[in-house]
């Protein structure tokens, strides 16, 4: 019990670590392409001398801005930087529940059961929280992942 107890307070942590690198790059991204969008639609108008002189390269910026403005509120990872960094907030608390059971668990007057059934109700809760976010698609970003994962055991080697 002991071992399954440890490899689901790792993955916990370890989603809670991602999710919230998720979240932080979702909320820059969707700046950027809000801050993109801003300049193209303030220099088409503005700068109108400039593209008299240029009407093919002013049209395909204005059309192409259109388009992105158009799309926005449809691309998942851009919309979703707030259902990220919730989801990593209960796993955070989750993982604070694991991490609780792990130290019960190091006790010598424990009743198995007991940690059995505690156990099994934070699988739950883990699928309580996938099952609420379902909507949401988590990208699989491999620097991020792998940042997470060193930030996951390095937390966890000078934790425990």
Not at 23 to 49: C, D, E
Not at 56 to 81: C, E, G, M, R, T
Not at 86 to 112: G, I
Not at 141 to 152: G, Q, W
Request: hydrophobic content about 40%.
């Amino acid at each position: 019990m002991q071992d399954r107890i440890w490899t689901n307070l790792a993955n916990i942590k370890f989603k809670c670590i991602y999710t919230a690198k998720v979240s932080k790059r979702s909320y820059h991204v969707g700046n950027m392409y809000s801050i993109f969008l801003a300049l193209a639609s303030a220099t088409s108008v503005a700068t109108w001398a400039i593209w008299n002189k240029f009407p093919v390269v002013w049209a395909s910026i204005v059309a192409f801005s259109q388009v992105l403005h158009i799309a926005k509120p449809y691309i998942p990872f851009v919309k979703n930087d707030k259902e990220f960094i919730e989801q990593s907030l209960l796993f955070e608390s989750l993982y604070l529940s694991y991490e609780k059971l792990w130290f019960d668990n190091r006790k010598e007057d424990v009743d198995e059961n007991q940690i059995e059934e505690r156990f099994y109700n934070l699988r739950q809760k883990e699928h309580d929280i996938n099952t609420r976010f379902k909507h949401v698609v988590c990208p699989n970003f491999k620097r991020l992942i792998k940042s997470s994962d060193e930030e996951t055991d390095k937390y966890l080697e000078t934790n425990f």
